[in-house]
């Protein structure tokens, strides 16, 4: 329409053009989806690069992972054979009024889930990324690799102490953060009061690269479900509000057998958490919805995972009749809906907070569930978490190793679930803002060193594995932010 006007001349149009984005605000949004797009795809691979070298580089990454996945599979087909429940059917009429009528109270729902169990909990994937190996050393031909004794296997390059450092510099004991309540620089409600002011800054500029830099000295309570909205570019428009609604009208129609493995698993942990037990219905909500959104399906082209596929009755191995299942591709697993329930705290619009959960989800914390060689991905976490820890408290991890009580056995399960589930929720956003403020699940396996080290003195005392977890059982006390800043910043290195 603009450009009939008289006024616009064709010599001048780029400029006009220009003009006009700024104005009208659309400069901003382009560069923030511009931004979000360089965060969540990887870089470019070199052009004769096989495709498969976008998901994961390393073959015998991909190899493990494709039969980790063959394993999923057979566990849900056999659970299916075995209950003699088809893995999709359409709900009968009466029982899609009910679960319409229901739809926000599902918690009260109480379905016979005796038989179904999860289809893997994180334990059992813990034994498949100890298996790894690399086939070329095979026989430990690498000097500097073979001195490692945890019980991660392959040799991938991690970030030593003083690139962390550098890496995470707005953590430094000098420099002012949200979650350190005594730091001796700046009075804390100063630095409080001018962070916020900041914050509020950022946001009424709605620019994500300064979000996202900000959130690394962490977000005033206030602010914090906007400024990582503003991150993750969510704006929940009408047509997102529409494509939410669609999603559910999918569940209200087709039941799936996913259906009950969510329901499980949000009965098995987030009902039972002091924090998450009050969002029981939103958690239905939300990982069902999800499990119909096929959008979900964009992020394999750099996962290192493949999503499942199965064969409509009777057409087995005819590529034709082959449908992804469940629709999104992710399987959920033991603890899955706990990535969704921290969210909860912040956003109480349902497509909003789905919108950021997904998101979330394929920025994030896909990577924590398959097998590949990404910085960020489950295995460089570990490989990072045994390294900090054999090479800044080898005492420790001599004795943990020696009574049988590898330190990766305790602390899997809280980088696999990201923490959620084990910090008190206050402490457990501080840490989720660094995740999003510097792009990178590295910090997950960093906390897990710390707090080893927080708790050195009594477990040098400990003779057995069980004797270990009961001195970490409880992480609900612990301040996230002096555990890192100590553990990154005052360590003797």
Not at 223 to 235: G, K, P, Q, T, V
Not at 256 to 273: E, R
Not at 418 to 434: N, V
Not at 473 to 483: E, G, H, I, N, R
Request: charged content about 20%; overall charge negative.
């Amino acid at each position: 329409v603009s450009l009939h006007k008289p006024e616009i001349k064709l010599e001048s149009l780029k400029e006009d053009i220009r003009d006009f984005l700024k104005t009208s605000g659309w400069e901003k949004k382009l560069q923030n989806a511009v931004y979000s797009e360089l965060n969540v795809f990887p870089s470019p691979c070199h052009p004769a690069a096989p495709p498969e070298h976008m998901k994961e580089p390393l073959a015998y990454m991909r190899k493990a992972q494709g039969s980790w996945e063959k394993r999923i599979l057979k566990s849900l087909n056999s659970m299916c054979t075995e209950l003699g429940i088809p893995l999709a059917q359409k709900r009968p009429a009466n029982e899609q009024k009910e679960l319409l009528n229901k739809w926000n109270e599902m918690g009260t729902d109480e379905p016979d889930l005796s038989l179904f169990r999860p289809v893997y909990a994180p334990k059992d994937f813990l034994e498949v990324l100890m298996n790894l190996r690399n086939p070329n050393y095979e026989n430990g031909e690498q000097p500097s690799f073979r001195n490692h004794l945890g019980l991660i296997q392959v040799p991938l390059k991690v970030k030593d102490i003083p690139e962390l450092k550098e890496n995470f510099s707005e953590l430094g004991l000098n420099i002012g953060q949200l979650g350190i309540d005594d730091s001796a620089q700046v009075p804390p409600e100063f630095f409080e009061n001018e962070h916020v002011r900041v914050g509020q800054k950022v946001l009424a500029e709605q620019d994500s690269a300064a979000a996202q830099q900000y959130v690394r000295q962490g977000c005033p309570t206030a602010l914090r479900a906007d400024l990582w909205a503003l991150i993750l570019n969510i704006s929940n428009q009408p047509e997102d509000i529409l494509y939410y609604e669609q999603l559910k009208s999918n569940v209200i129609q087709h039941d799936l057998l996913v259906d009950s493995l969510i329901y499980k698993d949000v009965k098995l942990t987030a009902s039972n958490d002091d924090y998450y037990f009050v969002f029981e219905d939103y958690l239905y909500q939300v990982l069902l919805c999800f499990s119909r959104d096929t959008s979900v399906l964009e992020h394999f082209s750099y996962s290192s995972a493949t999503p499942p596929k199965s064969y409509i009755r009777g057409k087995l191995g005819m590529e034709e009749y082959a449908v992804f299942y469940p629709p999104n591709g992710v399987i959920p697993f033991h603890g899955f809906s706990m990535y969704v329930a921290p969210l909860c705290f912040l956003y109480h619009e349902p497509s909003k907070l789905y919108q950021i959960f997904r998101e979330m989800y394929v920025r994030f914390f896909f990577r924590l569930h398959s097998i590949s060689s990404h910085p960020s991905g489950i295995v460089s976490l570990c490989l990072l978490f045994e390294t900090l820890l054999q090479t800044h408290l080898p005492q420790l991890f001599y004795h943990l190793r020696e009574i049988g009580a590898q330190p990766l056995r305790i602390s899997f399960k809280w980088m696999v679930r990201a923490f959620s589930g084990y910090l008190a929720t206050d402490q457990l956003l501080l840490l989720w803002d660094r995740i999003l403020g510097y792009n990178s699940l590295e910090i997950l396996a960093v906390l897990a060193a710390a707090v080893f080290a927080f708790r050195a003195v009594n477990l040098m005392e400990v003779t057995s594995l069980a004797a270990a977890e009961a001195v970490l059982a409880d992480l609900s006390t612990l301040k996230v932010m002096p555990l890192l800043q100590i553990f990154l910043f005052a360590t003797v290195t």
